[in-house]
């Protein structure tokens, strides 16, 4: 069955970095598009990024432009979400998600398949 397995979440203070990693299995990876979504608590989950099969070409919510980037490894079969300048406001869970189509997506409806999710703290 296809999983995604989602790490590298943790608690960092304002202005910090992480990178998020997700782990695919069960699927043609590189014939997914990937997606970063996130969930603050009391609110709708919401996309943060996503990217197509090659690579070639990424979307990311305005608030996170210029900030994070993702990017994908298909020999690996893992997607990454690189965060820098983290915020307070950038605290949720995050899910990484998988869309069997070619076509980049920002809602959650389109995508098929998601992780458990990885908590990100960021203090203030």
């Known amino acids: 069955q296809v999983q995604l397995v989602e790490s590298g979440g943790g608690l960092v203070q304002a202005g910090g970095s992480l990178r998020l990693s997700c782990a695919a299995s069960?699927?043609?990876?590189?014939?997914?598009?990937m997606g970063w979504f996130r969930q603050a608590p009391g609110k709708e989950r919401e996309f943060v990024a996503g990217i197509s099969w090659t690579g070639g070409a990424t979307d990311c919510t305005d608030s996170v432009k210029g900030r994070f980037t993702i990017s994908r490894d298909n020999a690996k079969n893992t997607v990454y979400l690189q965060m820098n300048s983290l915020k307070p406001e950038d605290t949720a869970v995050y899910y990484c998600a998988a869309r069997g189509d070619y076509k980049r997506s920002v809602y959650r409806s389109d995508y098929s398949y998601w992780g458990q999710g990885t908590q990100v703290t960021v203090s203030s």
């Open positions: 069960g699927l043609t990876f590189s014939k997914n598009v």
